[in-house]
């Protein structure tokens, strides 16, 4: 069984500071890509970040490049999403996906295997 559990979700203030896990069980989170999305109020899911089976190819969509990073510890099987000068329309639900086929899934913006639930963040002050 593949499980992802995404955490760290909350209300934040513009500028601040908020870092999402992603768990996995059921699967090494090593043998996949992890792609993480959101989905904003009224707007369609959009791409913001992947990570490839090694943290040697990392991927972000422009609107968060700079102020978003993600990584892996693979100790605790977990992918990470630190997102930093947080701005109002980065308000969105957020999700966590995992493919062993690799992040040009996600740069082809094909489906991944594998979702999270979803972790809402919401940026206002």
């Known amino acids: 069984q593949v499980q992802l559990v995404e955490s760290g979700g909350g209300l934040v203030q513009p500028g601040g500071s908020l870092r999402l896990s992603c768990a996995a069980s059921?699967?090494?989170?090593?043998?996949?890509?992890i792609g993480w999305f959101r989905q904003a109020p009224g707007k369609e899911r959009e791409g913001v970040s992947c990570?490839?089976?090694?943290?040697?190819?990392?991927y972000y969509a422009d609107s968060v490049k700079g102020r978003f990073t993600i990584s892996r510890d693979n100790a605790k099987n977990t992918v990470y999403l630190q997102m930093n000068s947080l701005k109002p329309e980065d308000t969105a639900v957020y999700y966590c996906?995992?493919?062993?086929?690799?992040?040009?899934?996600?740069?082809?913006?094909?489906?991944?295997?594998?979702w999270g639930k979803g972790t809402l963040v919401t940026v206002s002050s």
């Open positions: 996906a995992a493919d062993r086929r690799g992040c040009l899934f996600y740069l082809q913006g094909r489906v991944m295997n594998y």
């Open positions: 059921g699967v090494t989170l090593d043998d996949y890509a």
């Open positions: 990570i490839s089976r090694s943290d040697s190819s990392t």
